[in-house]
């Protein structure tokens, strides 16, 4: 009898722990459904010997670093999953840095952050180049995600920056990689999904550090919605980053546009995109809930929010006065990144929360999909449910050089579905609040189901890893290499033949 006793009780511990792990936007977004037990180890050796042990007996591990992500697709739908939170692994090490070239490089843990690195990389004269992506994100998970900033003139996915990087593989044991042009294991190790392991260091190059500019226009979206695809690559391409935030309920753009200048040059900028005071949390939490159910309410709250993003949301760093007037000038950490002002919190603390959808076309056919975007906008209005974008920043349309790895958004690489990726990619990234009332829908819901699918359908778009939901990762699978899906798939064998790091991204795209 004692057999059923206790397997009745490791089923009911088993079930009773299950515990629900949230994205960054906290409880009602989960990033795994269900997990047994979230570890928080603070060396590498003992994300090691965890894996070593979970590997034993079968359990599945998923690494995470800050939750930075937008949908329930980190684990696989395995209750017995544990979460290893990489964040207190976050040593930083090894900075070499040569006078003549200007080049250098430093060793990170996984969980690193952008800020945590630039600053201290910053101290000691040096800094990240172009592939700083926005705020609070550790290395190892954007590295294994695929994550960029936006430059067609610059490598700009995160990975392109590893020279060198430690996995731990679906034994618990080291695998140390180096960067090796045409290399399948590079290729897959790249872009991993942290299907191979966890990244556990990562050899990163660097720069000596340098001062930015951050210049802003307005544009007429006629103006660029007319674009061949050539004339939105001459007015990406010239600029070290450079991103559109697309404001469609008042058919402007604005292009951000940043620029390199020597470390002396005279200007303190400091940017926070997701900075909010309490009393603007609060009028934006009722300004949007009240578009729930009202068109009319979207488009005042989107004209509001343009109004707000034509002057910098820029400060100065030291005496914390707000720059009124572009270019801002400041240290490449504090522009390109920035973090909080005093006394104001991220947006997602407010309960402002939000979806989001991104997919990645050449940049020959941008102006094509943006077009195609607006017909359907339009088609919303002609419907009486007009719908616009209801985030504070826009619509976020970024760019991509090619960068040659099996599941990054700019690879080369091509199947089926044939296209020119050869001068970049742009990526349409459109984020939405999701209201805090009723059952959480969205205006007209149900066209933003009809602009994934037609999007998906009618231009041979790549999901972000980490931005789109498990319907949009099946959609999109038709328009991906299946060699490369192929070569990747025999990488993650070698590396995790026991599919410990298994994940429902990986599942849907047939890799695991
Ligand atoms: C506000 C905000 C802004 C963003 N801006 C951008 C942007 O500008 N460009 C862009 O491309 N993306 C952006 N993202 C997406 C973000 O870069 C990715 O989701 C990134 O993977 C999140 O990193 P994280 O450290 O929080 O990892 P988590 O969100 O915790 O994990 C993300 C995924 O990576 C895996 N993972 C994490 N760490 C490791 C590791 N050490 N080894 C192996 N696998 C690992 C996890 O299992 C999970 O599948 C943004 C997200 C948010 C919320
Ligand atoms: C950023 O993340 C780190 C953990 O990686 C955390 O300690 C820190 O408080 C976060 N910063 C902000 C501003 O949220
Ligand atoms: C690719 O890189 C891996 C890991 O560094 C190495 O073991 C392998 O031999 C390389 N393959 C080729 C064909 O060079
Ligand atoms: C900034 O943009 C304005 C408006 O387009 C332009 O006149 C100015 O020359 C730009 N400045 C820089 C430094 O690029
Ligand atoms: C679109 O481009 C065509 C051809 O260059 C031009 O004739 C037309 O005026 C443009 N329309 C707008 C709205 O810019
Ligand atoms: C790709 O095309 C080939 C030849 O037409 C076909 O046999 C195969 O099924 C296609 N693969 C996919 C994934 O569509
Ligand atoms: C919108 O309508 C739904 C369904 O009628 C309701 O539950 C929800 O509370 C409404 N939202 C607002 C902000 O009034």
Known sequence: MLFPALISTLLLSSSVRAEVYNTFDGPGFPA????????????????????????????????SGNAHMWFDTMCSDDANTIIIKTDAVNGISDLQLDASSGKGSVVVEAGVTFPQVAQWLQ?????????????NITLGGAIAMGAHRSSLREDSQ?????????????????????????????L???????????????????LADYKVWANQTTIDEATILNFTGDQMYDQ????????????????????????????????????????????????????????????????????TFYALWAAPNFHETVLDFPLLSWPVVGRAFDVLIGGLYPNQKPEWEYDLH????????????GPALLRRVRELFDESAAEGKAVTSTYRSGINIKFGKPFDSFLGQTTERVGNVTADWSKGAMMFDFPSFVPTTGDHHRYNEEWYTKLATTLINEFPVRPHWTKNTRQIFGQALKNLDQD??????????????????RSVVGEIIGVV
């Open 32 to 63: 795994c459904n269900a997990v047994a037990k979230v570890y928080r180890p603070s060396t590498v050796d003992e994300m090691v010997s965890i894996v070593k042990d979970a590997a034993a007996s079968g359990t599945p591990v998923r690494a």
């Open 123 to 135: 101290d000691r004269g040096a800094a990240l180049g172009y592939t700083l992506v926005n705020w």
């Open 158 to 186: 995160v990975s392109a920056a590893a020279l060198e990087m430690d996995i731990i593989n679906g034994q618990g044991e080291i695998v140390h990689l180096s960067k090796t042009a045409n290399n399948d294991t590079w």
């Open 188 to 206: 897959a190790a790249t872009t991993s999904l942290g299907l191979l392991g966890i990244i556990a260091r990562i050899k990163i190059e660097v």
């Open 236 to 303: 990406i391409s010239p600029y070290v980053t450079a991103n559109y935030w697309w404001w469609p309920g008042v058919k402007k753009f604005h292009l951000r546009t940043y620029g390199v200048l020597p470390v002396k040059t005279f200007g303190n900028a400091f940017q926070s995109t997701f900075s909010v005071t309490p009393i603007e949390g609060a009028l934006a939490k009722a300004l949007l809930n009240g578009g729930q159910n009202s068109s009319f309410a979207n488009f005042a709250s989107a004209a």
């Open 354 to 365: 939000g979806h989001t959808l991104e997919l990645a076309v050449p940049v020959g056919m």
């Open 484 to 501: 490369s899906l192929k070569r990747f798939a025999a990488v993650r064998e070698q590396f995790d033949p026991k599919k410990t790091f």
